[in-house]
């Protein structure tokens, strides 16, 4: 059988994941191979160096680089404290002594005597790297990073905001299609991951935050209201670094758009399970998609070798069209032609037949597609 390979975002009900769990500079991991690790596991940690300031001592002594040795009261390697003097002259008979006083606590890094400048290096802060996702150690790399195997649900979103986060999943409305309003947040979502349908508006996102909800997950959002929460407009940069104090994962597009049926069928027989999801997205080279993750106890069954099946838009594949008037309408393909078709712009492209959810087909430009991985 003839395939067409087109980009896709993957809705699994059952699948293995790894995740490499990697440290930004090398440290300490603290996980063996085939250890089992939750979600709030301490896999590996590091220190980052603390912040620098450098004091340029000539000049604020009004001295020459040649004296700086005899004003010293540290060396290299010595701690300091805020405010301690860390080189002090002699003054005049004694009297009038000036001082250099350590803007901040940490330690006397380096000394140039060439220029008079000393670096003062602030303590270092601690960081943990966590598991985010229950698994199977499968992997580890020395200082550096473990990968977990994880046997579970999968769903890639299209656009995601806020880190990494877990919790019990909820599911706060009844259809794909119901809107997420401040209505429908309860005082027990708090610490939850709580699933929407068509659209979470700007209210229910400030009444998430107040209640103390960790993620939602929902088929839309508005573009406006994403401006108005960041307070600046999103370009191609990464997401996942916000402090909003909720992680949004949009599995859909921006807009009042249905979550799939699939999708959200998918998250209803998963409500209750310990849930991970991290909104980070990056929409530029080297794609990141936000996703949300749902490990299971069981293990998956294979038949062979999927990859090629996956990643191919073939007769019956389910698919979402990504370009207007159709954009957000989940569908299957019912037919490849294999001649090329004129568009109304007298581009010739190869198409495919869609029939959508609602019984209506169209034929629509292979490129106005993307699979939905299953």
């Not at 999968?154 to 919790?167: H, M, V």
């Not at 998250?267 to 530029?284: D, V």
């Amino acid at each position: 059988m003839g395939y067409a390979y087109t980009p896709g975002l993957t809705v699994a009900e059952h699948t293995v994941l790894r995740q490499t769990r990697r440290l930004p500079l090398k440290g300490e991991v603290l996980v063996e191979v085939g250890q089992t690790v939750n979600a709030d596991d301490v896999v590996a940690r590091t220190n980052l160096p603390g912040e620098v300031k450098p004091v340029n001592v000539v000049g604020k002594l009004g001295i020459a680089t040649e004296e700086l040795p005899e004003i010293l009261l540290k060396k290299e390697g010595d701690p300091v404290r805020k405010d301690e003097p860390f080189c002090r002259t002699k003054g005049f008979f004694g009297l009038f002594k000036s001082e250099c006083l350590s803007p901040i606590d940490g330690t006397l890094e380096s000394i140039s005597y060439v220029t008079g400048q000393v670096i003062i290096r602030g303590a270092p802060t601690a960081l943990e790297k966590l598991g985010y996702v229950r698994g199977t150690v499968v992997a580890v790399d020395e200082a550096e990073s473990a990968t977990l195997e994880i046997n579970g649900s999968f769903i890639q979103g299209i656009f995601g905001i806020g880190g990494e986060t877990w919790g019990e999943l909820v599911i706060a409305v009844d259809s794909p299609t119901d809107v997420l309003g401040p209505d429908r947040i309860r005082p027990e979502h708090a610490g939850k991951i709580i699933v929407g349908g068509s659209l979470v508006t700007a209210d229910a996102v400030k009444a998430a935050i107040a209640v103390g909800v960790k993620g939602i997950v929902c088929g839309g959002l508005n573009d406006a209201d994403l401006r108005s929460f960041l307070g600046y407009e999103l370009g191609v940069a990464i997401t996942g670094e916000e402090t909003l104090g909720v992680t949004i994962v949009i599995t859909e597009g921006f807009g009042e758009i249905g979550m799939a049926k699939a999708t959200f069928d998918l998250l209803k027989r998963r409500a209750g399970r310990l849930t991970s999801i991290n909104g980070a997205t990056q929409i530029r080279a080297g794609v990141i998609r936000p996703e949300v993750i749902i490990p299971l106890d069981e293990t998956p069954a294979h038949s062979g070798d999927e990859s090629e099946s996956n990643s191919a838009l073939q007769i019956g594949t389910p698919l979402r069209a990504i370009r207007d008037p159709f954009f957000g309408r989940i569908g299957k393909c019912t037919a490849l032609p294999v001649e090329l078709t004129a568009l109304s712009s007298e581009a010739m492209v190869r198409v495919l037949e869609v029939e959508f959810e609602d019984g209506e087909r169209a034929m629509l430009p292979r490129a106005n597609v993307e699979l939905i991985k299953q």
